[in-house]
C-alpha cells in the first residue's frame, strides 16, 4: 500500500485540526463519492433485489408480492436442458456463449490492432479515426436495415457478386438458423471496434513517451516493444474494453431484433430477448425475473473472479 | 511527417520502413472501407428515388439524384400524428444529453479520483460494486424506476401547490437525465479510474505537501491531464443516452419531450404502406449528426503529448 | 469501510425527501398512446383527432412504434407503474382484460348505454371490450386474418380458379411453379407463420375444432390428429415459398403479390391496405379469396382503444374519444383506409370496395352464426403467454427446429401447458 492513498500527509493535519471544518476536509473525498455509491446501492442492487424477489413470485402482466416458490426456475431449469428441439431459453444461452466470446475477443483484437496502426504517426488519422468510430454513431434501429439488406441474399453481397460475375458465390447466414447468430456478431463487431480502438488510442496516447524512447534506444523491435512492454501497460484499458463490451454483449437486445427480427424459429435469440419476451411481452414478469437473475449470476460468475485479481493486483 | 528519416544508414533501412509503412497504410485503408460499407449503402440509398430502390443494385450509385428525401426527412415525415419532420425533436434530445453526459462525466472524474488518489479503506469493494452495476439488464430495471419517477413526480406536483414551482420534478426530460446518470455512472468511473490509475502519483501527493486541496488538486493537475479519457468517456456517454430507446420510449413519449431516437423509431418502424427506405435514410443520418460531430470534434483532443512531461516524438 | 457507510448514510439522509399525495392534472385534451405511426393509420387516426378538435379537445399524440406494438406496451406499463394513466391507449385482446383484472381502467357504461354499444358491437368482441360488466374499451376495427390475396394477372396468366379446399390450394400453387412464378409470398417471421396457420387449422379442422382448440385451449383438440394433420399441411404449403422468405417483413411479401413475382399471400387484411396504397383495385389487380375451406367463419383480431380509470376532469374527453371512436362516420372512415370492417355491425358498407362488403357481410353472419372466432396468432385466442408460445412452436415447425409434425403437436400441448 505504498500508493499515495495511504494519505500520510492529511492524517498528520487532521491531527492538528480537529474543528468541524478539517472534519469535513478529511471526509470531503468521501463526501464526494458518496451520492454515486447511494445511488448504485439503492437504483442497481436495490432493483436487483426487487427483482430476485419477483422471480420466487407468480408475477404475471404486474408485480405481484406474494412469494410462491421456485417455479420460474424449475421452468429455466428444464429449458436449459431442452436441446432437440431447442427451447428458445437454450438457445438464447448458447448463443450468448457463441456470440460473447466471439464479440469480445475480435472487437479486443481489432480495436487494439486498428488503435496500433493509427498510432504509427500516419497521415490522416483525423478522418480515419471517425470512419472507424462512427457505428457507435447511429442507432442500430436504421444502421440494422442496412445490414440486413446488405446480408439478404436476394439483395446484398450474395446479388452483387453473383451481377458481378461470381455467381458460385453463396452467402446466406442471415437466413440460415444455424448461422444466423454469427451475422449478428459481424455487425456487433462493426459497431463496437471502433470505440474499442477509441479507449486502446486514449491508452496509447497517455503511456509516457519516455518509456517507448528507453526501449527503442536499448534496440527492441516495435513487435517486442508492443508485446513487452506497452500492451502491459495498456492492462486497465482492456480491463475497461471488456467491462463495456461485456455489457453491450448481454445487452444487445436491439441488434438481435433489428437485424434478424429473432432470426428463423427464434434461432438468433439472445438472453436479453429472452428476458424481454417473457417480462413484457408474454407477461411472465416471474419468469422474466428469474432468467435475469440468472444471467446476472452467470455474469458474477465470469466477472467477479476476473475483477478480483485484476483489482487485487492493482492495490499492491 | 513521414518524410524526416532520410538518413545514412542505407537504402536497406528505407526500403524496411517503406514496407512497413505500406502494410499499415494498407490495412488502414482496407477496414477503412470495410468500415465505410453500410454507410455507403445508406447514403446512396438516401439519395436514390423510391423507384430506383426498388429496381435496382443497392449497391449501385443513384442514377437521378435527388435531395427530396432530406427535405422531407428534415421538415415533412410524420412522426405520429405531427408532420413536421424531424427537426423539432433535436432540441429535446439535446437538452436531455447534455446535462445527462456533463453530470455523469464530472461525477465519473471525480469517483476516479477519490478511487485511485484519496484512496480509504474498502476502496476496491466499492468500485468493484460500481463496476458490477454496469450489468444490470435495463429491461429489468424499467418498472420499478417508473414508480420511482412517477413518486418524483408527484413530488414535483405537491411542491408546485406549495412553493409554486416544480423544480422541474416529474419533467420527462429531467426525468430521462436523472436515469442516464444513475446507469452511466459505472462506466464513467471506470473509465476514470483506469485512467488515473495510471497516472503518477508523485504529481498529487507533491501537490498536497505543497498545500493544495482536494478539489484544487483536481482541478489543476488531474482535469488538464486527462482529455483523451475525457474524450472517450464523453463519446460513451453521449452515443448511449442519445441512442437510448427503452428508457426514452417509456418515460417520455409525448411529442413535447419525446427525444430524437423515438422519433426516429416512430418513422422507421412501421410495418404498414410502402417503406420510404431513402426517407428513412435519410432521417437516421440527420438524427445521428450530432454524435458523429461529437465524434470529429472531440476525435481531435485526441493528440499526444498531453501528459506533463510525456512528450513523445 | 465503515467511516465510509456512515458517511454514505449521512448523505443519503441529507438527500432524503418526502413524498407528498397526488394533485390532479386538469386539461381538455386526450392523451393517447398507439402505435399507428405508418401513413395510411397515422391519417386515418387523424380523423378522429379532427372529429374531437371540433368538439374543443385537444389531442396529445404519443405514438410508440414498433414490434407491432410491442414498444407501446412497454411504455404503457412504465407509465402505469408512475401512476401517469393515459386517456387511452390503443390495446389488444387479453392485455385489455389484465389492465381491467389490475383495476386501472376506466368505466364507459353510461355512454355504452346512451348509444347502445351493447347491440351495435359483436358480442365476441365485447368479452374484450367489456369487463365485469362494465365497458371498458373500444374497438376500433375488426381484422381478419383468414384471406388469400392473389395478383390477378398472374392468376390469369397460370389459368387458376378459386380454390375450395386445401388441396385446391396446394394445386394451384403448384401450376403457379411450374409457370416459374414464386407460388406463395411467405414472411418467415413467427406471427406471420402463425397467422397462416391460424387459417391452415381452420381449414383442416373446421371452425368449431379451431374454438375448442385455439380458445378453448382443450387438451384433446390441442393432441387431435386433426392438430397433426394441420401441421402436415402446414409443412407441404411453406414449400411453396421462395428460397428467402426467412426473416421477410409482411409488407414486403404483399409487395412480392402486388408486382407480380409472387402468386398468392396468406395475410389477414390488413395486407389490402397495401394494394389500396399501391393504387390497385380490387377484381381488377388483386382477389381477395377466404382462405379455402373457412369461408363463412371469420378469425378476427381488433384493435381497441383501452379507456384508463383517469380523474374526474379528464373523464369527459376520454367519454368524447370514446364515443367519436365508435360513431359510424369514424367506424366508416378509418376502416376503408385500414383495410379492416367496423367494429359496429350497422355501419353502411358503401364507401367500401368489393372486398370490404365481403368483410362486413362475412362479419355479420358469422356474428349471427357463432363462427366468429378470435385469433389466437394475434392474441385473441388466449393470454399472450400461451399465444407467443403458441408462435414459437409453429415458427420452429417451419424453420426446422422441429422436425416431425408428431412432434409439433407433442411440443405444442407441453408449451401451452408451461404458458397456463
Redesign the interface.
Known amino acids: 500500500m505504498n500508493?499515495?492513498?495511504?494519505?500520510d500527509?492529511?492524517k498528520t493535519r487532521s491531527r492538528q485540526r480537529s474543528t468541524l471544518r478539517g472534519k469535513l476536509?478529511d471526509?470531503?473525498?468521501?463526501?464526494?463519492?458518496?451520492?454515486?455509491?447511494?445511488?448504485?446501492?439503492v437504483?442497481?442492487?436495490?432493483?436487483?433485489v426487487?427483482?430476485g424477489y419477483l422471480s420466487l413470485t407468480n408475477s404475471?402482466?404486474?408485480?405481484s408480492y406474494a412469494i410462491t416458490g421456485t417455479r420460474a426456475y424449475e421452468?429455466l431449469w428444464r429449458w436449459t436442458l431442452e436441446s432437440d428441439?431447442?427451447s428458445?431459453w437454450y438457445t438464447s444461452i448458447t448463443n450468448m456463449g457463441i456470440f460473447g466470446s466471439l464479440y469480445i475477443g475480435i472487437c479486443l483484437a481489432l480495436g487494439l490492432?486498428?488503435a496500433i496502426?493509427?498510432d504509427?504517426?500516419?497521415?490522416g488519422e483525423?478522418v480515419?479515426?471517425?470512419?472507424?468510430?462512427?457505428?457507435?454513431?447511429?442507432?442500430?434501429?436504421?444502421?440494422g436495415?442496412?445490414?440486413?439488406?446488405?446480408l439478404?441474399?436476394?439483395?446484398?453481397l450474395e446479388?452483387?457478386l453473383h451481377?458481378m460475375g461470381w455467381t458460385s458465390f453463396h452467402f446466406?447466414w442471415?437466413?440460415?438458423?444455424d448461422f444466423v447468430i454469427y451475422t449478428v456478431v459481424i455487425a456487433g463487431v462493426?459497431q463496437a471496434s471502433?470505440?474499442v480502438m477509441?479507449?486502446f488510442?486514449?491508452?496509447l496516447?497517455?503511456?509516457?513517451?519516455?518509456i517507448?524512447?528507453a526501449a527503442q534506444i536499448d534496440g527492441a523491435s516495435s513487435f517486442q516493444l508492443y508485446r513487452r512492454i506497452i500492451i502491459p501497460?495498456l492492462r486497465?484499458?482492456f480491463?475497461?474494453a471488456f467491462?463495456?463490451l461485456?455489457?453491450m454483449a448481454?445487452?444487445s437486445?436491439?441488434l438481435v431484433?433489428a437485424l434478424?427480427?429473432?432470426?428463423?424459429?427464434?434461432?438468433a435469440w439472445l438472453p436479453?430477448n429472452f428476458?424481454?419476451?417473457y417480462?413484457?411481452?408474454?407477461?411472465?414478469m416471474a419468469v422474466?425475473?428469474a432468467s435475469?437473475i440468472i444471467?446476472?449470476m452467470t455474469?458474477?460468475a465470469i466477472?467477479?473472479p476476473y475483477?478480483?485479481s485484476e483489482?487485487?493486483e492493482?492495490?499492491r | 511527417m513521414s518524410g524526416h528519416s532520410q538518413s545514412a544508414s542505407g537504402s536497406a533501412v528505407n526500403l524496411t520502413r517503406w514496407i512497413n509503412r505500406t502494410v499499415i497504410y494498407g490495412l488502414l485503408v482496407f477496414f477503412a472501407i470495410v468500415y465505410l460499407m453500410p454507410l455507403f449503402v445508406m447514403v446512396v440509398t438516401s439519395f436514390k428515388t423510391m423507384d430506383e430502390i426498388q429496381s435496382g443494385n443497392m449497391l449501385a450509385l443513384p442514377q437521378s439524384p435527388t435531395i427530396e428525401p432530406w427535405l422531407k426527412a428534415w421538415g415533412e415525415v410524420c412522426v405520429g400524428l405531427t408532420c413536421a419532420g424531424i427537426k423539432g425533436y433535436f432540441w429535446n434530445s439535446i437538452k436531455m444529453v447534455v446535462p445527462a453526459v456533463v453530470i455523469s462525466t464530472v461525477m465519473g472524474a471525480l469517483n476516479g479520483y477519490v478511487l485511485t488518489k484519496w484512496r480509504f479503506p474498502g476502496h476496491t469493494l466499492v468500485f468493484g460494486l460500481m463496476l458490477f452495476a454496469c450489468f444490470i439488464p435495463f429491461q429489468s430495471v424499467l418498472l420499478p424506476m417508473a414508480t420511482i419517477l412517477g413518486n418524483l413526480g408527484r413530488f414535483g406536483n405537491s411542491l408546485e401547490d406549495t412553493i409554486g414551482t416544480s423544480l422541474g420534478f416529474g419533467n420527462p426530460t429531467e426525468n430521462l437525465v436523472i436515469v442516464h446518470v444513475i446507469y452511466g455512472l459505472g462506466f464513467t468511473t471506470l473509465f476514470f479510474r483506469n485512467f488515473y490509475e495510471a497516472f503518477p502519483s508523485e504529481l498529487v501527493k507533491a501537490a498536497q505537501v505543497d498545500g493544495a486541496g482536494f478539489f484544487q488538486i483536481f482541478r489543476r493537475i488531474m482535469l488538464p491531464n486527462s482529455l483523451p479519457i475525457i474524450v472517450v468517456t464523453v463519446i460513451y456517454q453521449f452515443t448511449n443516452i442519445w441512442n437510448d430507446f427503452l428508457f426514452a420510449s417509456a418515460y417520455a413519449g409525448t411529442g413535447d419531450a419525446m427525444p430524437m431516437t423515438v422519433a426516429l423509431n416512430n418513422i422507421v418502424n412501421t410495418s404498414t404502406g410502402v417503406v420510404e427506405y431513402n426517407v428513412n435514410m435519410a432521417s437516421a443520418m440527420i438524427a445521428a449528426l450530432p454524435t458523429l460531430l461529437v465524434y470529429i470534434v472531440a476525435g481531435r483532443y485526441f493528440v499526444r503529448g498531453l501528459m506533463a512531461g510525456a512528450v513523445k516524438g | 469501510m465503515r467511516t465510509f457507510l456512515t458517511t454514505t448514510a449521512v448523505v443519503a439522509l441529507a438527500l432524503g425527501s418526502a413524498f407528498a399525495p397526488a394533485r390532479a392534472a386538469d386539461v381538455k385534451e386526450v392523451q393517447m398512446l398507439h402505435w399507428w405511426t405508418s401513413g395510411g393509420e397515422a391519417a386515418a387516426l387523424n380523423v378522429l383527432k379532427q372529429d374531437l378538435a371540433k368538439e374543443g379537445f385537444a389531442w396529445k399524440d404519443v405514438p410508440v412504434a414498433g414490434g407491432g406494438g410491442d414498444a407501446a406496451m412497454t411504455a404503457l406499463k412504465a407509465m402505469v407503474a408512475a401512476g401517469n394513466l393515459p386517456t387511452a391507449s390503443q390495446m389488444l385482446g387479453y392485455t385489455v382484460l389484465d389492465y381491467a383484472k389490475a383495476g386501472v381502467m376506466g368505466d364507459l357504461t353510461d355512454i355504452a348505454k346512451k348509444e347502445g354499444w351493447d347491440k351495435a358491437v359483436p358480442v365476441a368482441l365485447q368479452k374484450f371490450s367489456v369487463y365485469n360488466g362494465k365497458w371498458v374499451a373500444v374497438p376500433v376495427n375488426v381484422h381478419s386474418v383468414n384471406w388469400l390475396w392473389i395478383n390477378k394477372a398472374v392468376m390469369d396468366k397460370i389459368g387458376g380458379t378459386q380454390p375450395k379446399t386445401f388441396d385446391d390450394l396446394i394445386a394451384l400453387l403448384e401450376k403457379a411453379k411450374a409457370a416459374g412464378v414464386t407460388p406463395l409470398a411467405l414472411g418467415g417471421q413467427a406471427w406471420q407463420e402463425a397467422t397462416m396457420f391460424d387459417s391452415i387449422v381452420m381449414s383442416t379442422g373446421g371452425s368449431d375444432f379451431y374454438k375448442k382448440a385455439f380458445n378453448d385451449l382443450d387438451d384433446a383438440s390441442l393432441k387431435s390428429d386433426t392438430m397433426k394433420k394441420a401441421f402436415d399441411n402446414l409443412a407441404k404449403i411453406v414449400k411453396y415459398a421462395d428460397a428467402n422468405y426467412s426473416g421477410r417483413d409482411w409488407n414486403l411479401a404483399t409487395a412480392m403479390v402486388i408486382k407480380g413475382d409472387a402468386l398468392v399471400q396468406v395475410m389477414g387484411d390488413w395486407a389490402k391496405g397495401e394494394f389500396v396504397a399501391a393504387k390497385k383495385a380490387p377484381d381488377a389487380d388483386f382477389l381477395c379469396y377466404r382462405f379455402p375451406g373457412t369461408d363463412g367463419s371469420v378469425i378476427y383480431n381488433s384493435d381497441m382503444f383501452g379507456m384508463f380509470n383517469v380523474p374526474a376532469d379528464r373523464k369527459s374527453a376520454q367519454v368524447a374519444l370514446a364515443a367519436a371512436t365508435l360513431s359510424k362516420s369514424f367506424q366508416s372512415a378509418f376502416n376503408v383506409v385500414k383495410g379492416s370492417v367496423p367494429a359496429r355491425t350497422d355501419v353502411p358498407d358503401t364507401a367500401f370496395d368489393a372486398c370490404g362488403k365481403k368483410g362486413m357481410a362475412d362479419l355479420k353472419s358469422a356474428n349471427e352464426s357463432g363462427k366468429l372466432v378470435g385469433s389466437l396468432a394475434q392474441g385473441y385466442g388466449a393470454a399472450p403467454a400461451i399465444a407467443n408460445a403458441y408462435k414459437d412452436v409453429v415458427s420452429k415447425f417451419v424453420h426446422g427446429q422441429i422436425k416431425t409434425s408428431d412432434e409439433a403437436v407433442k411440443q405444442l400441448v407441453q408449451a401451452i401447458d408451461d404458458a397456463r
Open positions: 500508493t499515495i492513498a495511504t494519505t500527509p492529511l476536509q471526509a470531503l473525498p468521501q463526501i464526494v463519492l458518496a451520492p454515486s455509491f447511494l445511488l448504485t446501492i437504483f442497481v442492487y436495490g432493483f436487483i426487487w427483482t404475471k402482466t404486474f408485480p421452468r428441439p431447442p428458445s490492432l486498428l496502426l493509427l504509427q504517426k500516419i497521415r483525423g480515419l479515426r471517425p470512419i472507424f468510430l462512427y457505428p457507435m454513431a447511429l442507432s442500430f434501429i436504421v444502421t436495415v442496412a445490414w440486413k439488406w446488405f439478404d441474399p436476394g439483395l446484398g446479388q452483387t451481377h446466406d442471415i437466413k440460415n438458423k462493426w471502433g470505440f477509441a479507449m488510442l486514449a491508452g496516447r497517455g503511456i509516457d513517451g519516455e517507448m524512447k501497460l486497465p484499458i480491463l475497461s467491462i463495456v461485456a455489457h448481454i445487452k437486445y436491439d431484433v434478424t427480427s429473432g432470426g428463423p424459429g427464434g434461432s436479453s428476458m424481454y419476451e417480462t413484457f411481452k408474454r407477461n411472465e422474466g425475473s435475469a444471467m446476472l455474469i458474477s466477472i467477479v475483477l478480483y483489482l487485487k492493482k492495490a
